[in-house]
């Protein structure tokens, strides 16, 4: 049997293998970019930050409610780095005019075409694909380690079109702009948004 080794790949847009690299070389894996063959030019990536969780929850709703509309056969994710913060998103979500589109905990399928909406820890992710994903309170992915790199790239290229990381806004409290590297912060940059802000990936 001759076997073809596949040079290109179709899946996920040049935006997301760009920044999914970046995580991916900290991870010591091959890039994906350089083989992409994904045709849709508006595949975007997204940093978001916001004053806290609320915030987080309450556009995570919104660009959801975009999203159903522009892709109305197509799964789409939420996930978060701990198991509180799934179980926060979901009760949010649950709890807003988005309910009946939640898909049931643990199930990544439904009979009934409104359920798109899959909630997931990052763990929970690997092998499934969506449309876009919301990666929400990526502030609690720190002290990355081996395995946890390879989670936060795995997370990054679950999506074919729409990335969109949220995290709450550290700041500086002397010149009121915001800093991840300032040692003087309450909260300490989670290392994620360190490999990333160190990139060309990262809006200025």
């Known amino acids: 049997m001759k076997v073809i080794e596949l040079k290109t790949h179709y899946r996920i847009g040049h935006e997301i293998c760009r920044v ?8 010591g894996l091959a890039p994906i970019e350089d083989d992409c063959n994904y045709k849709d030019a508006e595949a975007k990536v997204h940093f978001i930050q916001c004053a806290d969780d609320d915030e987080q929850a309450a556009r995570i ?9 522009a892709y109305p056969e197509d799964l789409l994710a939420v996930a978060a780095p701990r198991i509180a913060d799934r179980e926060f998103l979901r009760e949010r979500l649950e709890a807003s005019e988005l309910s009946p589109f939640v898909l049931p905990h643990r199930e990544s399928g ?13 763990y929970e992710i690997k092998g499934l694909e969506f449309r876009t994903i919301h990666l929400g309170l990526m502030q609690h992915l720190h002290k990355l380690r081996e395995n946890q790199k390879r989670i936060a790239y795995t997370a990054i290229t ?7 990381i949220y995290f709450v806004t550290i700041q500086h409290r002397v010149c009121g702009r915001v800093s991840l590297h300032d040692p003087r912060l309450r909260h300490p940059a989670p290392d994620l948004l360190l490999i990333l802000r160190g990139s060309s990936v990262f809006p200025s």
């Open 61 to 69: 709703i919104e660009g959801l409610k975009i999203q159903l509309t």
């Open 110 to 122: 439904s009979d009934d075409p409104n359920q798109r909406i899959y909630i997931a820890h990052l």
């Open 20 to 27: 999914a690299d970046v995580v991916g070389k900290a991870a």
């Open 158 to 164: 679950r999506a074919k079109t729409t990335v969109s």
